[in-house]
């Protein structure tokens, strides 16, 4: 297994737990196996087989294994590491990609495309030269596959991508398909030569659409020498239905909800509501109704999102399942009329099934390829279920119309909207959420999930032992002490217990001079108390001065005396002896970093500049007449979107927004009136613009308040201003005592040298890694590898004196919401400190990653100008590195070079601050 290339397809391609997983073992079999033309298939499967015992058979006439991976996950990305995989270790440069149809087909040539923003090889070093060639059912025939990437001969990957239809043996009229006719150029027609290659592997999306005679002959007859399948329905379509007997990894859809990769799943129907009590046509009306009314909740979610986070704008639409084609066109027809809100949606609905007309059709296909961009469509009318392949991540509503609770709730069905949008959940319910609206089927959908194989109820497997989910050893909590904490512990007999499981030594420490208990004791005393309470220090070298070390020992010994109760035997001038050797090894093996304040020297005044609402155009509430209740699948947890009837009705229908307006402790209504009743008149002047009449603008005012109000706000929040203030900095300590800091050491052997990378790196986490000698803490845990290659980095530097992984509350760091900051590291260098904060390269650009960086930024700021320069210290610098930045042959001055990141100069005018030589 070659886990350098493992390791750099997951870092550049930033792959998901599953598809590291799967990787990994597909490297496993390569070396089991070593798939050639001549593999012995029967050995090959025993040798798989005794790794993986859920192999019970490769189903084909070559080794041929499934990665079930559940919709949304990734499976295009993975096909992409495997190429990645195989091509980097010299397994493979030849490979031939299936599709089932012609939609999967073209969504496949785009995205193996360099130009594609989900461009699958994005960021792979094997192929930034020289991208794969790309070869299809268009372009074959000129010759490209088989001259190369260039005129010098096949140096890059060749990836054919081909349609089934395209290649299997028997056509209409009894001809052979074109790929299988003689071209002159190479003697042979290009399926023969394709079948000839040494090094060709197939790979099979929506594999479970190639199990049918003609499909699975053509595809025998490629004679690859390995097949690697994926879908997310290991079972052949078709009446018998059997399950895959070669899925290798399987990661299904209960999993990746769990972990947060897709959707949530949840059901709506309208409270207190009896579906028997009307028609079926009353009720699918009903359903469409409520439907929309849920679909334009979603829409201003989204926009509110996106304007708090600076992200791109999701146009969300909501689809709507028709039984057969005449019912698709009633419903359309509905939909568009003025019997339906108006015809508020003519224009805004497209039909997509089988029975179109050509025109129909393409204008059709053209919306459909558009639908996440153009935000033109609101609703889309389908007969059934949707073909694999056309999954998008701007759906949230799913409104079934005479569908069975076993129709609607299969990965066909759901598995069209579970993509997220922003690739990540994002905490806001209505946009980690997929909405099934089915008020005559909610009560049987919640229990079908709730069974045993429910599509989210699955129960979770618990292995119990050392090699499985939960160790049959004892849990144990390893207390990580810093490295002064462990000299002093150190200096005491006899020596400390190992740590349990084994593995690395702790590092060496310089030995104090003092062992008796009750100078240890001293020691400890001194360290966890009298140290944290100086607050007339300057710098942390103070603490070598003589003066502050008689203050410190005298201090330590009445603390000692009080808490031993009794009188101590030490005498001062010892004492004071111990103390100083404390203090000369707490300034050498602690980097200092000052605990500062910083407080407004005047009142600070702010405010709201007049605007006009952006959006509004696209916010389309209708009245709503009832409850809609909303109960996610996997929690059960439950939601209203309601009307809020009784009480007292406003004269004004911008009370209603108002009241809904000053309840955010920002906005004062005194200060402000005149400006929220602008806004709020907006809004209903917008509403006035498509409801018939006040009643129903009353109506959504009463409904839908809050969250219109919520979005108001957030834009409010982007014309705030805020007269110029002054600051002072009060300086408390110029150090602080590390606290020891609290690891899990549960598991088999959970100790190892921080040199060596775990066997699967998303179990990284669970390890305790020691060996360190400029650490300020002996050992580390590190939430991602890069960390480590980090730690690493950091050690070998030759400018690095100091560096630690910081614990909770050992900084004083805030950002602009008032959420705590911690960084990754905190490094003392021969010159200055640095912040050093380590993120996915996709991660960097997230809006919380910013406003973070923007904090440990402006703290850097404030602690170099009004702490390292007035007394002599080193300044501070902070630095977001990718994780991509960090590789073995990087040093520290390059990642400074290019990724600090300085304050602002819009931050620093925030701050013209005034340092206070007082300690508060």
Known sequence: MDNRALHQIGQRLSLRKPQAESLKRLADVIDLVDPTKGTDVAGALEAVRAAYPDVEDFERDFPSLCFALATGVGKTRLMGAFVSYLFMTGKSRNFFVLAPNLTIYEKLLADFQPSSPKYVFKGVEAFAHQPPLIVNAENYEEGRGVRGADLLGRDAAIINIFNISKINSEVRGGKSPRIKRLQEYIGESYFSYLAGLPDLVLMMDEAHRYRASAGAKAISELKPILGLEVTATPKAVGGSAAPFKNVLYRYDLPEAMEDGYVKEPAVGTRANFDPKSVSEDVLERIKLEDGVHYHEHVKVALQTYAKQNNAPLVHPFMLVVTQDTHHARQVHEFVESEQFFDGRYKGRVIEIHSKLTGEETEDNARKLLNIERD?????????????????????????????????????????????????????????????????????????????????????????????????????????????????????????????????????????????????IALAETALNVVMPSIRDLKRASDLNSDKVIKTIAADALAAHR??????????????????????????????????????????????????????????????????????????????????????????????????????????????????LYELSGQVVTHLRSYLPNDEDVRNVLQSRGKDMAKAIFTQMTQHRWRTDSKYRVTLHAPFTVLRPQAFDGSGANPIRDFRQQPERLSDIKRFIFTGFKKGCYPQAKFDSDTERQMAILLERDATVELWMKPGPNQFKIYDSEGHAYQPDFVVETKTEKLILETKRASDVSDGEVQVKADAASLWCFIATTYHAEKFGEKPWRYALIPDVAVQPNSTLSGLLAKYTRPASLELKSRFELQAEEGTG
């Open 562 to 675: 009080a808490t031993e109760g009794l009188f101590t035997t030490l005498t001062p001038e010892r004492a004071e002896q111990v103390v100083k050797e404390l203090c000369a090894a707490f300034v050498e093996r602690t980097i200092a970093i000052p605990q500062m304040v910083v407080t407004p020297v005047d009142q600070v005044s702010f405010g709201f500049k007049p605007f006009q609402l952006e959006g509004l155009g696209s916010w389309n509430y209708q009245p709503i007449s009832r409850e809609l209740l909303v109960q996610v699948l996997r929690t059960e947890k439950q939601s209203l979107i309601s009307g809020e009837d009784g009480g007292d009705q406003p004269d004004r229908l911008e009370d209603y927004l108002v009241a809904r307006l000053i309840d955010f402790d920002e906005v004062d209504y005194d200060a402000h009136a005149e400006m």
């Open 375 to 519: 935000g033109t469509t609101d609703i889309v009318i389908h007969v059934n279920k949707l073909k694999e392949g056309w999954d998008v991540s701007n759906l949230f509503t799913i409104v079934p119309l005479r569908a069975s609770a076993s129709d609607i709730l299969t990965e066909q069905t759901l598995g069209r909207g579970l993509r997220l949008p922003y690739g990540k959940r994002t905490g806001v319910e209505a946009v980690d959420t997929l909405t099934v609206i089915a008020h005559d089927r909610f009560n049987a959908l919640i229990e079908m999930a709730k069974s045993a194989d429910g599509l989210v109820h699955k129960f979770k497997e618990v292995r119990i032992g050392d090699s499985g989910d939960v160790p049959s050893s004892k849990p144990v909590m390893i207390e990580a002490l810093s490295i002064i904490q462990t000299m002093i512990r150190q200096a005491a007999a006899p020596p400390m217990p190992p740590l349990p499981g084994g593995g690395v030594a702790e590092p060496d420490a310089p030995a104090f001079t003092f062992d008796k208990p009750e100078e």
